[in-house]
């Protein structure tokens, strides 16, 4: 296999590490310490990432975006994540969405969205799927139509009218414009009673309610959203009523952008915790001798370095096959499994630190941003799933 970049992938990677090195790493703790979790992320930082391209990447280029493919996908996020990993992923967030705007909705949707999205280096964009009922059944739909999406919405002529909560929605108070699976038939199963909508931030009815206060990714915000009567045009239907789940809209997508994306992300971190261990290792003395010549410390840097390295395999070549169009059930395989690196690798690394691995910052934001992982992609449900795919 050929692992070489082209003149353009390497491009790509370069200009991310710099920014990463220049903007993301010096702001990344004073970030995570702020208390207000409503108040962590810095505009500024958005502005000048977008304006190299970093929220606009997978945008087609007929549309004004960068068309990367899923080899520059996957070392962009790599080197942003290096620097900090939340900034990297409120990046990447804007790339399944863009990416579903221009694939899956009509010219008169992409006028009114994509364009204002193309103009605004501000306009970052979320996905609401998860209720305050729970989350994992809209990811892996059980028969019974009680279970799942209860955001509902009915149809009042030319207009819905939505009623509901969505929770722990990232960009959700923030965002300005939302992906939004909402129930359209209360008496069928999920996997035929959810419609995909398009929502502004200013739509009337809704509201952002609580910004979660999480301990890792602090950064890259969830919050609330609160829908009372709110009124959203059929217009701003993507695909068919009752047809979110439908391959070609939300779960293409997801399958496409998510798993690569996370898994990517994961791979920056553990570099990140590698660099932090080697550096460590190379400056800091115990008993007399640095900690590079203990052979305790020489095994974990060789495990940290071993796992980082293999996940970097996987994720290249996850990234390659969807450059193929050779897509597989790797590509959930890759984020599950990067679920498991990362955080081995970021504990190690706060291990090697020892009491300080608590007290140092930088390896303890690092085990907590990992930990974000769980949540994400390497729940039981998730694992389900791609394990379902596999067992096909
Ligand atoms: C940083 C972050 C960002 C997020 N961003 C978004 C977002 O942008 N949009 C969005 O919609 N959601 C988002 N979420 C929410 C996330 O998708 C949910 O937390 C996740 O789907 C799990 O749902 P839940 O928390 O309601 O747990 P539940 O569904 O209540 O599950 C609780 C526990 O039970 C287990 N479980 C549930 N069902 C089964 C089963 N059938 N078999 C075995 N075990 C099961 C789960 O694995 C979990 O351990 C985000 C979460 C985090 C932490």
Known sequence: MDFSLNDEQRAWQMKARKFADEVLRPASLARDRIADPAKTIDWDIIKQGSKLGFRTAVVPKEYGGHAIDFVTQALVMAELARGDSAMSKAFSQCWKWSHLISMACTQDQKDRFLKPFMA????VLGKGITE???GSDNRLPPDDPKAGVKLRAVRDGDDWILNGEKTFIANGNVGKLFFLDVRTDPNAPLRNAVTLFLVPKDTPGFRVGKVFNKSGWRFYQNGEMIFENARVPHANVIGEVNGAYAKSTGDASGDLFG????????????????????????TATQGGKLLKEQQVVQLKINRMCALTEALR?????VAYEHDQ?????????VMNLATDIIQEVAELNADIHDSAGILDENADKLVRDAFIWSHLAGDAVQRMKVSRRVLK
Request: proline content about 2%; aromatic content about 4%; glycine content about 6%.
């Open 325 to 333: 169009r050779a897509h597989s059930a790797n590509a959930g395989l």
């Open 259 to 282: 798993d690569l994306e996370l898994a990517a992300n994961a791979l920056g971190v553990c570099d990140a915790a590698c660099e932090q261990s080697i550096n460590l290792a190379r």
């Open 120 to 123: 605004d280096d501000t306009f």
């Open 313 to 317: 395999s996987f994720v290249m070549r």
């Open 132 to 134: 305050p009922s729970g």
